[in-house]
């Protein structure tokens, strides 16, 4: 068209620039549409349903637990001291391990040895005298049997033997309590057990009563706790405990209630229970602060879920389950009534049957009616004391 005017050249220009802009906005419209014709429309969100974890509720055992705090004792822990005053000789030193009736600590025992001596000798003297006696005695009865020794005479010889016995008990008695005030000077281990602290040094003067050394034994411990009022029907003698020590790192322990209190704390209102434990590893020591599982009740096929499946509000508690309508799965609400809890987990009385799912994770984010896919299904399991 070279050498045509522009004003007959322009219609011609605008109608081609107006087709261009037309299939530019075709275009544009089929991509918004949903691009190609051989790809699927993307669902949406709601139309996928929102994911959610489900629990199917079972019936099963469950076991009424009464946590609470304990701390472990050692019942073979003392603090000992002298029977006689005198200077510290001899000391076990720390972490000694003794035996029952072994050493621990000596007090100058060169006294109570020289008395010991002294009593041996005044016996083995009294002893001398009293055969003679006897022999005297022996001579003269039948003399008096004969007549030839008077009555008067007869008794004397009687009175000098009863004499030298006497004198020989006393002997006896004097050695007895000398050997007994050496044996005080020697401080033994009452049980079997390791010197755990030491109240004073060797060549320090001490008195009776004086603490110089304290033995443990952690073989066998007992885990003390108080126990509300209320609970004084629901624990007695043989009572499944676990003993869960978790700041120390130390895996449960298995154990029983070996003594109850018959008494009410007036300050506190509790009653005392101890449990015995088994403890060759040392792992427990004394004063470990450690939290107690007692069984209160065993309950027998109840449904369980766990304390995070239960939806709290001003309506009380309630869980969503997964229900079916003519579209697909949808979260609906139940009413629950709640019974006995411990271990994370706890008892539903009402408002649910066995095989219903509970939404277990996702329903913070889930409203009744909301459509659901479920993403995992488990079983509801269940954590026993006697596992």
Do not use: W
């Amino acid at each position: 068209m070279t050498g045509t005017p522009l004003s007959l050249r322009l219609p011609h220009l605008v109608r081609g620039y107006r087709l261009a802009a037309a299939a530019l906005l075709l275009v544009l419209a089929l991509s918004a549409c949903g691009g190609a014709p051989d790809e699927p429309a993307a669902q949406s969100t709601a139309e996928r349903g929102l994911p959610v974890e489900v629990i199917v509720v079972e019936p099963g055992p469950f076991e009424d637990v009464l946590v609470m705090t304990g701390t472990v004792d050692a019942p073979d822990d003392a603090t000992l001291s002298p029977e006689a005053s005198g200077t510290l000789t001899a000391l076990a030193p720390l972490g000694t391990v003794v035996r029952r009736g072994q050493t621990v600590a000596q007090v100058n025992a060169a006294v109570a040895s020289a008395a010991v001596t002294q009593a041996q000798a005044a016996l083995e003297a009294a002893r001398a005298q009293a055969e003679l006696a006897e022999d005297q005695f022996r001579r003269q009865e039948p003399l008096y049997a004969d007549s030839i020794l008077s009555a008067i005479e007869f008794e004397s010889v009687r009175a000098q033997r009863a004499s030298a016995r006497a004198q020989v008990a006393q002997a006896e008695a004097v050695l007895a309590q000398s050997r007994q005030q050496l044996a005080n000077t020697r401080i033994t281990a009452p049980f079997t057990g390791i010197v755990e602290e030491r109240f004073a040094e060797r060549g320090e003067l001490v008195a009776p009563g004086t603490p110089v050394v304290r033995i443990v034994s952690t073989e066998q411990v007992k885990v003390k706790a108080g126990v509300p009022e209320r609970y004084a029907g629901d624990i007695r003698l043989g009572t499944p405990v676990r003993i869960v020590p978790e700041a120390y790192n130390i895996p449960p322990l298995r154990g029983e209630v070996t003594f109850v209190g018959r008494t009410i704390n007036p300050q506190n209102r509790t009653f005392s229970i101890e449990i015995g434990l088994p403890n060759d590893a040392g792992q427990l020591k004394p004063e470990m602060v450690v939290q107690l599982e007692v069984r209160r009740e065993q309950l027998d096929d109840v449904l369980v879920l766990p304390l995070d499946a239960i939806v709290r509000d001003e309506r009380g508690a309630s869980v969503l389950v997964v229900a079916e309508d003519t579209t697909g799965l949808v979260a609906q609400r139940r009413p629950a009534e709640l019974g006995a809890s411990s271990g994370g987990r706890v008892v539903i009385t009402d408002g649910l049957r066995a095989g219903d799912r509970v939404i277990a994770t996702g329903q913070s984010t889930v409203s009744e009616g909301d459509r659901v896919r479920i993403a995992e299904e488990r079983r509801s399991t269940l954590v026993s004391l006697t596992d």
